[in-house]
């Protein structure tokens, strides 16, 4: 069980609006730590796709946003594309384990 | 453009040392302002990040509790590279292992990944 909770699965319709949870606690996300998010394609190593909770890297779509609420973040992804199917991980601190850890991921399934 | 290329066999039996080098192209192993990192993936225990290797001023290293008795990450400044050494491995280090930079938390850069199976 990861640290990070995320939905296993999320789906949308080209051109929709998915949103993607991550819930953790008082010893991560609860506690200042910063978040982040990577899209994983098949077959290919994880890329950064949003860090410090809303920033995007050079390159990434302004389709893709993220935000913080207490102890969650959360990834939205507007104007759905066949090429966003991917999994998607979040990523931030943990100041009881001393480590970085990452949700389980979700898997997004464009209809 | 940051590069970075791993290097390090796919199968290695119960008991041995799994042994990966990820060489480093388009910055220093020994900059002031990021970390170098291992993080694996497995079906049963998704992203799990190992541990990391960083200068400032010093070398520091930092370990992963579940992996922190077996696990050595050496940097090589003469070939601008690290490396990850992980001692009796069992069938549950079955994994891709993928070598990172970190930066500000985050990995901004990751190796093309190298599958590694335990299995005699």
């Known amino acids: 069980q990861s640290v990070l909770t995320q939905p296993p699965s999320v789906s949308g319709a080209p051109g929709q609006r998915v949103t993607i949870s991550c819930t953790g606690s008082s010893s991560n996300i609860g506690a200042g730590y910063n978040v982040h998010w990577y899209q994983q394609l098949p077959a290919t190593a994880p890329k950064l796709l949003m860090y410090a909770y809303s920033n995007r890297p050079s390159g990434v779509p302004d389709r893709f946003s993220g935000s913080k609420s207490g102890t969650s973040a959360s990834l939205a992804i507007t104007g759905l594309q066949a090429e966003d199917e991917a999994d998607y991980y979040c990523?931030?601190?943990?100041?009881?384990?001393?480590?970085?850890?990452f949700g389980g991921g979700t898997k997004l399934t464009v209809l | 453009q940051v590069q970075l290329q791993q290097s390090g066999p796919g199968l290695v039996k119960p008991s041995q040392t799994l042994s990966l080098t990820c060489a480093i192209s388009?910055?220093?192993?020994?900059?002031?302002?990021?970390?170098w990192n291992w993080i694996r993936q497995s079906p049963s225990r998704g992203l799990e990040w190992l541990g990391r290797?960083?200068?400032?001023?010093?070398?520091?290293?930092e370990y992963a509790v579940s992996v922190k008795s077996r696990i050595t990450i050496n940097p090589d400044t003469s070939k601008n590279q690290f490396s990850l050494q992980l001692d009796s491995v069992t069938p549950e280090d079955t994994a891709i292992y993928y070598c990172t930079r970190g930066r500000d938390g985050y990995n901004d850069f990751w190796g093309q990944g190298t599958l590694v199976t335990v299995s005699s």
């Open positions: 290797t960083y200068h400032r001023s010093k070398w520091y290293k």
């Open positions: 990523h931030s601190y943990d100041s009881s384990l001393n480590a970085w850890v």
């Open positions: 388009g910055d220093t192993v020994s900059s002031n302002s990021v970390a």
